[in-house]
């Protein structure tokens, strides 16, 4: 509203938090390119179907109800239980192997 740019920074989000977010700017009249986004650095997400934008540049207006994505019930039971047993994986640990 006063005049700013708008590009979105990631510290590396799940699918859900990435189609959310992905919704609120195509909504913005005042978004540049170069957002970030860390779907393709990722080697699993929890949902069903790999967002568009880790297969390419262009992610486009989602498709389907709500968010348009699906999320994969037996992908987020299997993290929760292995949160239960190793607990938090720090994304910025130098030690983690």
């Known amino acids: 509203m006063e005049g700013l ?3 979105k920074h990631t510290h590396g989000e799940f699918g859900i938090a990435a189609a959310a977010a ?3 700017i195509l909504t913005l009249p005042n ?3 170069g957002n970030q986004q860390t779907a393709q650095m990722m080697c699993d997400d929890i949902l069903k179907t790999q ?3 880790a297969r ?3 992610w ?3 498709e389907g109800a709500g968010l348009g994505i699906e999320v994969d019930e037996e ?4 993290y929760h239980e292995s949160y239960r047993r ?3 994986i720090p994304p910025y640990d130098p030690n983690f192997v």
């Open 31 to 33: 978004i540049v390119e």
């Open 56 to 58: 390419g540049p262009e």
């Open 51 to 53: 967002l568009p934008i």
């Open 5 to 7: 740019l708008v590009c």
């Open 22 to 24: 992905h919704h609120l």
């Open 60 to 62: 486009g207006v989602p």
């Open 75 to 78: 992908k987020v039971h299997k």
């Open 86 to 88: 190793e607990g938090q």
